[in-house]
């Protein structure tokens, strides 16, 4: 599978692998190895974490993964998140669920990453969850320090609004190169609220994270979710394909450049939508699972 390769230097692959749900995957160090080496071999080489996943543990597990094999490090983008303070029996230091964008905190965060990835850079760190606290010259401040000290290579943000990435960016002297937002044909809100626009005119990179809804998709009994999934069935039965493909295809019609993050943990599901990544769906076929979800015509 083709790379994305972004004007202002950030790379990443056109699917990426998230590795939120690690700890529910049951699996020893030697097969979440195998599992990473999977993704590599099907050219998704951007993978997704953050600090918080699994109780600040999901990190770790994918750490004691790449020790097996530490030359797979520079085959991978790593992406990782900061920012999300969450209450644990890991973290007992923190007293209540909020968001924290001092210097310190961004520093620190990076350097437990570090440590837990087993890793010496992160790719791109994405700042989690815009806060309303949040001290642009602050961010900017340690960001920059996260440079120069070479541990971070890029930086970007994660369920920013377009304003929210501008009041950043204009403190920042690298360019933010990625978005990260809730897209799937259950999740419409960021079509239509100008992220994607403003991804398209400053060469931002939205990643799409929960594509499949996080499974919702296949589960969920309400209206609007029986409603899509009827029309996702019917276009993967005329194209004789999944579910999973024709949500990813729909993703990846879109102009931006929309990255799909996929969760599951059953490495073939990723063999799949990577097998058919370059499968088109007509407009028809997008528009007819864009006004399922709407829940009426376009005007
Ligand atoms: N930035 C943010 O705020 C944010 C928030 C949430 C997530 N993320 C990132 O996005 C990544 C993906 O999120 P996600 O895990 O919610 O992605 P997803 O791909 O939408 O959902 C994955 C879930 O769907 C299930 N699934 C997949 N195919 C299925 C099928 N055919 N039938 C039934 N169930 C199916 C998977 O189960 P199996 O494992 O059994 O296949 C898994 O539980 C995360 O790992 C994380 O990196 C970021």
Redesign the pocket.
């Known amino acids: 599978m083709r790379h994305q390769y972004h004007p202002l230097g950030f790379e990443g692959s056109r699917i990426?692998?998230?590795?939120?749900?690690?700890h529910?995957?049951n699996m020893s160090a030697s097969e979440r190895l195998g599992f990473i080496e999977a993704c590599l071999d099907f050219g998704v080489t951007t993978l997704?974490?953050?600090d918080i996943?699994g109780d600040y543990q999901c990190e770790v597990l994918f750490g004691e993964a790449l020790k097996l094999k530490p030359a797979l490090r520079d085959k991978m983008e790593i992406?990782t998140?900061c920012g999300i303070l969450l209450p644990s029996d890991n973290r007992p230091d923190i007293a209540v669920h909020r968001y924290d964008y001092r210097a310190k905190h961004i520093l620190e965060s990076v350097d437990q990453s570090l440590a837990k990835l087993e890793c010496e850079y992160i790719d791109t760190l994405?700042l989690?969850?815009p806060s309303p606290l949040m001290d642009a010259d602050e961010i900017a401040q340690a960001l920059d320090l996260l440079f120069t000290l070479g541990k971070v290579k890029h930086f970007g943000v994660?369920?920013f609004s377009a304003a929210q990435f501008d009041l950043l960016q204009s403190r920042l002297d690298a360019p933010l190169v990625v978005n990260?937002?809730?897209l799937?044909p259950l999740a419409l809100q960021h079509f239509d609220d100008g992220s994607l626009d403003h991804a398209q005119r400053h060469v931002v990179t939205p990643?799409?994270?929960?594509?499949?809804?996080?499974?919702?998709?296949?589960?969920g009994k309400d209206e609007k979710t029986l409603r899509v999934r009827q029309v996702l069935m019917a276009i993967a039965e005329s194209m004789q394909i999944?579910?999973?493909q024709v949500v990813v295809a729909w993703l990846l019609r879109h102009p931006s450049g929309i990255c799909?993050?996929?969760?599951?943990?059953?490495i073939d599901?990723l063999r799949l939508v990577v097998e058919s990544h370059d499968l088109v769906l007509s407009d028809d076929d997008w528009f007819r699972v864009w006004v399922a979800s709407q829940g009426h015509s376009v005007p």
């Open positions: 990426a692998q998230g590795f939120w749900r690690t529910e995957w997704d974490h953050a996943y992406v998140k994405l989690h969850r994660s369920n990260q937002l809730e799937s990643m799409a994270w929960s594509p499949l809804s996080g499974g919702a998709l296949f589960s999944s579910i999973e799909p993050v996929m969760g599951s943990g059953k599901r």
